[in-house]
């Protein structure tokens, strides 16, 4: 792309029906639903100095409407996480007295019965950890799951970035500094001269590139505004969040993240399958232009989501609680968040 050329984005770049096309991803509340079929994420995290942060990756991805979650972390923290909600399945499979072929078994068995994982919430970054958290890349590449890959999960991607490299499944959820050391990890270096048109035009033309040398997983770069693209297309959320930047705001986003990329799957899956999603769904599709969506949109456009969600969740917190406001004071605005964006009449003017 040369240097002065527009970014290519989607068919319209109107927030609202950007908004509605996420919509889309999201499986309707029906009795002819079984239990799972809302979506089944894992949260792979969970140390023994961090049991917060896959807590609220695992309750924020279920308040979002995902029916089950699955927390796979050290025994050290399993018992401590299990105590915040009786909500949780807590797994202590990370587990340094396991064997490795053990380790990997009991791994798999959990993988095998979800739609996305969540690597990296309260990973930490003993050796240990990386090696697991490397075997769970693994595993989710084999078994082609969708994957997120957020907090020390981004620490063994900036160390060891062939173990993500190529995959059109993963997406990566980097902060400021995260995001500038995976650049250097992969030589992605700003462009002085660059001039384009654009909100900041070198910074957008960064994260294009940090993704192009991924070859295949999408960034979800994190800021004053969320930059979400796979190296082509690329997608800006600018809606309004809280002024307070407190821990745990990054759990929350990856997990309802895992929330959406899980429905993608659910839509994926039902689309290969002939299923229409009912009440006039195929009219609705036809409505917002474009027709169903590709299976290479569906990370991008979960990115998308799970970034309003989290933006608006912050926001509605912030407006009740101000300088006061904790992580675990966005948990209940989840739902609400959710209406506003996403409900039968969304308020996202």
């Known amino acids: 792309m040369s240097p ?3 970014p290519k984005r989607f068919p319209t770049s109107s927030h609202n029906n950007l908004i509605r096309l996420t919509r889309r991803l999201i499986p309707p ?3 002819e639903r079984h239990k799972g079929q809302a979506g089944k994420v894992a949260i792979v995290g969970g140390s023994k100095d961090y ?3 896959p807590y609220f990756a695992s309750i924020s991805c279920m308040r979002l409407g995902s029916d089950m979650s699955h927390t796979i972390c050290q025994p050290t923290s399993s018992q401590v996480i299990k105590s915040y909600s009786p909500d949780l399945i807590v797994h202590p499979i990370l587990d340094p007295e396991l064997n490795e072929s053990e380790r990997e ?3 798999r068995s959990v993988l095998s019965r979800v739609q996305s ?3 990296g919430p309260g990973l930490g970054r003993e ?4 090696d697991c958290a490397k075997l769970c890349i693994r595993l989710c590449r084999e078994m082609d799951i969708y994957l997120v890959v957020d907090a020390d999960g981004l620490w ?3 160390d060891q970035p062939e173990v993500i490299l190529g995959y059109e499944k993963a997406v990566l959820t980097p902060n400021v500094v995260e995001f500038e050391r995976l650049c250097k990890a992969l030589d992605v270096k700003e462009e002085e001269s660059l001039v384009m048109e654009g909100s900041n035009p070198k910074r957008e033309e960064r994260v294009k590139r940090l993704a192009k040398a991924l070859g295949g997983p999408v960034i979800l770069e994190k800021g004053k505004l969320d930059r979400i693209t796979d190296g082509i ?3 800006e959320n600018d809606l309004r969040g809280g002024l307070k930047r407190c821990g745990g705001q990054g759990d929350i986003l990856s997990g309802c993240l895992g929330t959406f990329l899980a429905w993608s799957e659910i839509y994926r899956r039902e689309r290969i399958q002939g299923k229409g999603r009912g009440c006039g769904e195929e009219e609705k599709e036809e409505e917002d232009g474009g027709g169903l969506l590709k299976e290479s949109e569906l990370p991008l456009y979960s990115a998308f989501g799970a970034s309003l969600v989290a933006r608006t969740c912050s926001r509605l917190a912030f407006e009740r609680l101000g300088r006061s406001m904790l992580a675990q004071d966005l948990l209940p605005e989840v739902g609400r968040a959710y209406e506003i964006l996403f409900g039968e009449d969304p308020d996202v003017e």
């Open 4 to 6: 002065t050329t527009k």
């Open 29 to 31: 509340l029906s009795s």
């Open 51 to 53: 049991c917060g942060a």
């Open 105 to 107: 078994k009991e791994l």
């Open 117 to 119: 994982v969540v690597l």
């Open 127 to 130: 050796p240990f950890m990386m």
């Open 156 to 158: 063994l991607v900036q």
């Open 233 to 235: 297309e690329m997608l």
